[in-house]
């Protein structure tokens, strides 16, 4: 089983920038995608972002195209650097790793 530990996230002016983190340790299978999703108040959870494990090839949702990155490095730890940051980024994000969620962070962009 893997466990994830995000960190980041705040309140942040619109047109600003975050970076988020999430931490995966225990049994990882390098075969796997990592990704980041959001939930905002009333609404759906959505895929943001994916990183695959062992090539490093990413997907973004269209909505977040050209402003966020997913990375990942050698220690088992996945980034979204989110600029250009706008009010509807307004979410809880989460990253999901293997069958995993992690704890979730709160972003808020103020206009």
């Known amino acids: 089983q893997v466990q994830l530990v995000e960190s980041g996230g705040g309140l942040v002016q619109a047109g600003g920038s975050l970076k988020l983190s999430c931490a995966a340790s225990?049994?990882?299978?390098?075969?796997?995608?990592m990704r980041w999703f959001r939930q905002a108040p009333g609404k759906e959870r959505e895929f943001v972002a994916g990183?695959?494990?062992?090539?490093?090839?990413t997907s973004y949702a269209d909505s977040v195209k050209g402003r966020f990155t997913c990375s990942r490095d050698s220690a088992n730890t996945m980034y979204l650097q989110m600029n250009s940051l706008k009010p509807e980024d307004t979410a809880v994000y989460y990253c999901?790793?293997?069958?995993?969620w992690g704890q979730g962070l709160q972003v808020t962009v103020s206009s």
């Open positions: 999901y790793f293997q069958g995993t």
């Open positions: 990183i695959a494990w062992n090539v490093g090839s």
């Open positions: 225990g049994r990882i299978f390098s075969g796997n995608m």
